[in-house]
Every structure is written in C-alpha cells, then in structure tokens.
C-alpha cells in the first residue's frame, strides 16, 4: 500500500505541493532545513481534496491499485484516523454528482477558498501525518471520477460505524 514512503517526496513533488502555500520560497527553504515540516497549502487552485475515513480510504486505494488506475498524492493523519485524496481542483460538483452530498460522517470535500495541512516532504518518524502515495510520482492528483466510482465501492463494502 505505502509507495516508497521511506525515499520522501522527490524534487518535482516538493516544487509542486509547495507551489499550493501561500509562500512557496519558504515552504520550500523551510522543507530545506527541516523536512518534517508541516504547511498549510490552500485549496482550490492546484488541488482540491477529499477527505474520508482511513479504513475507507485503505480500501479505495486497494480498489484503484488492483484496477492499474494512476492514483495521486494521498495523506493519511493517523491521529483524526483519515485520508485525503488529492483531486483537481474545481472537482466538486462532478464528486456530488457521482458520490451525494454527506451527511459530515460520509467525506469532506475541500475545495476553493479551503485549506488542508500537508506532510513535510519526509515526515518524521512517528509523524502522524505521513504521504500514503507521494506526490512527484507520475500524476498528482486523482481523477474525481475514477476515485468516486473507487469510493461507493468502498462504502458499500465499509459502511460508517452507527452513531
């Protein structure tokens, strides 16, 4: 499941995660002199993001991997037990027209005018928050379709735990 989380994030993929922070020099000179790091990065230009449950999102990327569809950059924060997918960014009206609106335990989109806490390039160990799939491998970022289509698979298969 983990793609090479131990080698980091490559060149392409620090100049391009940073690229979404509000002060991408400093990102990247902070990511310099310590790359286990976290920044925020808006969302809405680069990227948007849906974020789920971390055994929904295990099993989507199961589903994706077994199925040879290129998957983009995935954080998982181990703490609050969820994953996000990177997904393009302006993504939201095709997601709720495939998947349905959520009812706060369902995902949560993140889109324009949103901000999602990423990983440092190379997360410490124990970090929390790690890269599942880093980005800087191929593709970025998930196609909406493709991880929404991944996702009710899941769902149906993982249904939510009863309130």
Known sequence: MLQEQDAGVNREGIAWISAATRDPRDTRYTWLTNPGARRAADTGRLFDAVVMRAELGAAVLDLLTAAAEPTGAVIAEEHAGKWAYLVGPGSAEVWLAAVGPSDGTRYH????????????????????????????????LTCVTTLAAAYLHAESAHPAPAA
Do not use: K
């Open 109 to 140: 989109y993140v889109g324009h005018g949103g901000c999602l806490t990423l990983p440092g390039p190379h997360p410490h160990p124990g970090s929390s928050m790690t890269w599942i799939v880093r980005p800087g491998l191929g593709t970025n």
